[in-house]
Every structure is written in C-alpha cells, then in structure tokens.
C-alpha cells in the first residue's frame, strides 16, 4: 500500500497568515492526491482534487500543487473559518489511503 | 442536492456481526463508486471498502479483509457493509462516502461527497 505522511501534524496560526501543509506518499502518484478538511464532530470536505483542482464552491484562498511524491496545501490568507483538521488522500490506487491529519489551531 | 443517509450502527461484543446501510439520492447512484471510510474516536480518515457503479468489482482494506462485504443494490440506490467477525480496534464512526468515478480499476478514486455517518461500537 502508498504510505501518506503528513507535515506538520499541528500548526498554530493567525488570522491572515499564509499556510502550507506538506504531504508526502511513498510513491509516485502522478497528480493523483485530493484535500479534505474536517471540523471538529462534522463531516470531511472534499477542498482539491488532482492535486490542483478546486472543487466547486471552495474559496479561491485555498490552492493544491505538486505531483510526483511530494503535494503541498496552501492557504493564502487564513480565515477564523479554517481552523480545522485537514487530510490528504492519494487517489491513485488502492488502499486509497489518507494522511495522519494536520490539526490547524489558533495561535 | 447529494444526500447520503447511513444506518445501521450500535454496540455489539467483540466477534459479533453488523450490517450497515447508506440510502443515496440527489443523483445517478448507479452511476458512481460507493465507498465505506471510518474514523475511530479522535482519530484520522481510514479508508475501509469500495465498489464500483456495477458492483462487479470491490476493493477492501487488509484490515477488513475476509471479515467485512461491501455490496449495493442500484434498485433501491442503496449502498451495505456486512461486518464479521467484528474487534475492538473496528469501533469508529463509519462514512458512507461517494465517487465521482464508474469503475474502481485504473480509476482515480476520492471522495467528493460524504454522509453524517453512523457510530459502531465493539465492546463487551
């Protein structure tokens, strides 16, 4: 199975700070990884598909890149409405594995 | 709008059986490969069994596998997870989650759609 890890596990932040979160799988999938963010006792978040696509309806603050092994999330401009967990996911064969999670906290 | 409705959670003792469901509407559900992901108390997204829009073909985690069925039945849009053999370490809050994808082989599978999920406890 792809092996996901994710960096860092928590991340303090302000408002208005710029934010990236890494995630690296064990192999190459191509661009084949998706973002979800979940909020405490709601339900997960589909945020970026293929690695760089926006699903509909997600703020433009939020943008995907990479491919290969290594994938970043970032959040150009951290709202109050952002802290939450987020995960990433390969899509590129199964187990379609998640990453560990990134908590987001305020700081 | 996608609404996907699951069902069938509670307390079981560890060995025991569960036969969850997930009520799809709001779209094509023989369209779409259906998925089952848990999470365990205050823990991360795990990736559980997937089926394809025909139910031909299903994937299933090692952790599950030989103890846990996933299958659907495109007639009533409503998707199952027959869990056996059931342990501790399978208490989570089990997701109905769908696919925006046909088939499973050489398909790119994530989860763009998700239901409230339904809470299995193994306990004795």
């Known amino acids: 199975d792809i092996q996901m890890t994710q960096s860092p596990s928590t991340l303090s932040a302000s408002v208005g700070d710029r934010v990236t979160i890494t995630c690296r799988a064990s192999?190459?999938?191509?661009?084949?990884l998706a973002w979800y963010q979940q909020k405490p006792g709601k339900v997960p978040k589909l945020l970026i598909y293929?690695?760089?696509s926006l699903e509909s309806g997600v703020p433009s603050r939020f943008s995907g890149s990479g491919s290969g092994t290594e994938f970043t999330l970032t959040i150009s401009s951290l709202q109050a409405d952002d802290f939450a967990t987020y995960y990433c996911?390969?899509?590129?064969?199964?187990?379609?594995?998640f990453g560990q999670g990134t908590k987001v906290e305020i700081q | 709008d996608v609404h996907l409705s699951e069902s069938g959670g509670g307390l079981v003792q560890p060995g025991g059986s569960l036969r969850l469901s997930c009520a799809a509407s709001?779209?094509?559900?023989?369209?779409?490969?259906m998925n089952w992901v848990r999470q365990a108390p205050g823990k991360g997204l795990d990736w559980v069994s997937s089926?394809?829009?025909?139910?031909?073909?299903?994937f299933n985690a090692g952790s599950v596998k030989g103890r846990f069925t996933i299958s659907r039945d495109n007639s009533r849009n409503t998707l199952y997870l027959e869990m056996n053999s059931l342990r501790a370490e399978d208490t989570a809050i089990y997701f109905c989650?769908?696919?925006?994808?046909?088939?499973?082989?050489?398909?790119?599978?994530?989860?763009?759609?998700w239901g409230q999920g339904t809470l299995v406890t193994v306990s004795s």
């Open positions: 089926i394809s829009a025909t139910g031909r073909t299903t």
């Open positions: 989650a769908r696919a925006p994808s046909e088939r499973l082989v050489g398909a790119r599978v994530y989860f763009d759609s």
């Open positions: 709001g779209f094509a559900f023989s369209t779409n490969v």
């Open positions: 192999r190459s999938i191509t661009n084949c």
């Open positions: 996911q390969q899509c590129s064969s199964p187990a379609w594995t």
């Open positions: 293929e690695a760089s």
